[in-house]
């Protein structure tokens, strides 16, 4: 079974539209970190955001922010006011704290196209 | 801002070759790791490295694969006798004192397997 699906494979919106990037994770753990990650066209991979199971807060940096709601298991990422620059691939991952190896569960990616 | 090095950005191998991927971490990061990724698809978890052993596998990560920190600042990856399905691009990535913190990446690895 998939710990982490993101069920958007692809999504095109047009500059200065807001949008939402679904993730839905899966865990037995009480205690686990989510994270997510941009992959632009040159290929690298970066770290934007990391939340803890215990800290449903929402969280808003500049024009993206985060939906973590455990009740639903979901993880989701919102760009407002979107630029041609967002354009990439987007990657939920999740890390177990039981897991000594700390691997990174990454979902499928969502590819996102911002057209001007 | 510190970052994680890798090289070479692309190697080319005939099948059946050894090939070895570097990397180095950034500099005070204790976790270690290799993930690949197939074109078009995931970012796949190989092998993840803590005081100077291995602490966790995956299925993907068979005998032709090993790991091996030399010396006090490089990391690498060898396959042992590629094949044409580890073409991939291989990605490093290091994490700090505390278990679960933000793994930072390289810029990976494009490995093509002819």
């Known amino acids: 079974a998939q710990k982490v699906t993101q069920a958007q494979t692809e999504i095109s919106v047009v500059e200065k539209e807001d949008v939402t990037l679904d993730c839905v994770y899966e865990t037995r753990d009480t205690t686990y970190y989510l994270f997510w990650y941009k992959q632009p066209p040159s290929g690298e991979l970066v770290f934007l955001i990391r939340r803890n199971s215990f800290d449903e807060q929402n969280e808003i940096s500049g024009r993206y922010s985060w939906n973590f709601q455990k009740s639903t298991s979901s993880f989701n990422f919102t760009i407002t006011a979107s630029q041609v620059v967002d354009s990439a691939v987007y990657f939920c991952a999740l890390s177990e704290a039981l897991n000594t190896g700390n691997q990174f569960y990454f979902g499928t990616g969502t590819s996102l196209t911002v057209i001007p | 801002e510190p970052e994680v090095t890798q090289t070479p950005s692309h190697q080319v191998t005939q099948m059946g070759q050894e090939v070895i991927l570097r990397c180095v971490p950034i500099s005070n990061h204790l976790y270690f790791y290799w993930y690949r990724q197939i074109l078009g698809q995931k970012v796949e978890f190989l092998v993840s490295?803590?005081?100077?052993?291995?602490?966790?596998k995956s299925e993907i990560f068979d005998d032709q694969f090993s790991v091996e920190r030399p010396d006090g600042s490089n990391f690498t990856l060898k396959i042992r006798s590629t094949k044409l399905e580890d073409s991939a691009m291989y990605f490093c990535?290091?994490?700090?004192?505390?278990?679960?913190?933000?793994?930072?990446f390289g810029d990976g690895t494009r490995l093509s397997i002819l």
């Open positions: 990535a290091s994490s700090g004192r505390q278990a679960n913190q933000p793994q930072h």
């Open positions: 490295f803590y005081n100077n052993e291995i602490s966790e």
